[in-house]
């Protein structure tokens, strides 16, 4: 059963320079339960998307397409409609808990103005359930912390008050907005395991260009680049088995795997290349991908990729 499908979707920003199509012909199907990857470098447009689905853009961002939600199109809510579906239904855990935190509220309050607002608890119920949540996500001396401030907390232990935040309203589906980065290893390990084993039983999209904790977490992976999706498959086949040139210079560029970078760096999202956006850097590029920009091909078992190559 599908939980969120999203049609031809296209975030643009109006900018001094022109215009930023920051999510650029974007289809994608998140199934129940199904956990999905979202991988690609900085900048091309990874986090636009978890926020057009939640609708937390500025004004004049102009969003085109349908975000099927439930079978309900996520951009026809007008926002009092879309603030009921937000938390509860629809959950997202922001990325750098050091500026998504509020600094002068302690964090146990924080994690109870979720539950008060979309569970209905009085103040002291929230504030007991806000400890359970803590508790929950690993929090050692829970009560003791929820009495502490954001500041007071180490960067791994800021990201677990985010998760509970994230599913204080116990939602169906979860945006995880990179939720590894800027943690050490082990620290990383603990909050891979904890997210894995916090949403068993929900939908989730993992925004996150960390490949090796996607592969740990998700189900299934989707690559994307300069706006757009460029392979999708299950999170087993884009590690063994990537068809696209720009899948396999991302997982090369892994640590583990030798470390070995992409030349070039992404392109404009005002004025991309013309045909494949990813041909400049390509080592496999032809004449037609210069030329012509390539449909996502289906290749077997739910693996597509969007390259001449695989045609």
């Known amino acids: 059963m599908v939980m969120l499908d999203i049609i031809n979707l296209r975030t643009h920003f109006p900018s001094p320079d ?39 853009l500025q004004p004049s961002t102009r969003v085109q397409g ?17 603030r009921l579906l937000r938390g509860k239904e629809i959950a997202m855990i922001l ?10 509220l302690k964090v146990g309050d924080q994690i109870a103005e979720v539950l008060q607002l979309h569970m209905g608890l009085d103040k002291r119920e929230a504030k007991a359930k806000a ?27 800021k990201e677990r008050v985010m998760i509970a935040m994230g599913l204080a309203g116990q939602p169906s589906f979860v945006i995880a907005d990179e939720p590894t980065k800027g943690l050490d290893v082990g620290t990383k390990s603990e909050i ?11 939908s989730m999209l993992m925004i996150t260009h960390d490949l090796a904790a996607a592969g740990e977490i998700c189900d299934r992976i989707a690559v994307m680049y300069a706006g757009e999706l460029l392979e999708e498959a299950s999170a087993k086949t884009i590690l063994s088995d990537p068809q696209h040139p720009y ?24 004025d991309p290349p013309q045909g494949c956006r990813f041909h400049p850097r ?30």
């Open 18 to 56: 022109g215009l930023v199509k920051a999510v650029d012909a974007v289809d994608l199907q998140i199934e129940k339960r199904e956990r999905l990857g979202l991988i690609g470098e900085t900048g091309c447009g990874k986090t636009v998307l978890g926020m057009s689905i939640i609708r937390l």
């Open 66 to 82: 349908r975000i099927i939600y439930n079978g309900r199109d996520l951009l026809e809510l007008n926002e009092k409609e879309m």
């Open 95 to 104: 990325q750098n808990p050091t500026t998504s935190l509020n600094p002068v």
């Open 131 to 157: 400890v359970q949540m803590l508790a929950a996500t690993m929090i050692p001396e829970a009560s003791k912390r929820a009495d502490q401030y954001p500041h007071e907390l180490s960067g791994g232990m």
């Open 192 to 202: 891979v395991r904890l997210i894995r084993d916090m949403t068993t039983d929900r």
């Open 247 to 270: 899948t396999q210079g991302f997982i090369q560029s892994l640590p583990s795997r030798g470390l070995q970078p992409i030349p070039g760096s992404s392109p404009s999202l005002i």
């Open 282 to 311: 390509c080592p496999k590029a032809m004449e037609i991908c210069k030329k012509e920009h390539p449909p996502m091909i289906k290749l077997d078992n739910g693996h597509f990729a969007r390259c001449f190559l695989c045609a």
